[in-house]
Nanobody, 123 residues
Framework: QVQLVESGGGLVQPGGSLTLSCAGSGSGASSIYAMAWYRRAPGKQRDLVASLTNAGVITYGDAVKGRFTISGDMAKNTVSLQMNRLTPEDTGVYYC????????????????WGQGTQVTVSS
């Protein structure tokens, strides 16, 4: 089992910046190999913002390319999201997500979720 805790959300003006952080913890048998950020805008489904694997593969959602940067350390179970040039359309609840491999069971464990952190972009 893996627990994810997000931090860093808040209110920011349009054009501003914000950094989100996520820390994972849990049983030693589960090894995180990929982490990601998703967001749910008001009235919309939860969409991928950015993802990072332990192989260094990074993916960004089209809406954030060039503005957001994901970084992290799978060995430390941490991931951050640097968000620049924020717009009101970036408002939403941001969720940390992780996939892991359980060395005890030999099984992959998909879609661990944090509780989410609110980001509001408004003047």
């Amino acid at each position: 089992q893996v627990q994810l805790v997000e931090s860093g959300g808040g209110l920011v003006q349009p054009g501003g910046s914000l950094t989100l952080s996520c820390a994972g913890s849990g049983s030693g048998a589960s090894s995180i190999y990929a982490m990601a950020w998703y967001r749910r805008a008001p009235g919309k489904q939860r969409d991928l913002v950015a993802s990072l694997t332990n192989a260094g593969v990074i993916t960004y959602g089209d809406a954030v390319k060039g503005r957001f940067t994901i970084s992290g350390d799978m060995a430390k179970n941490t991931v951050s999201l640097q968000m620049n040039r924020l717009t009101p359309e970036d408002t939403g609840v941001y969720y940390c997500n992780a996939d892991a491999f359980n060395y005890n069971t030999g099984e992959y464990e998909y879609d661990y979720w944090g509780q989410g952190t609110q980001v509001t972009v408004s003047s």
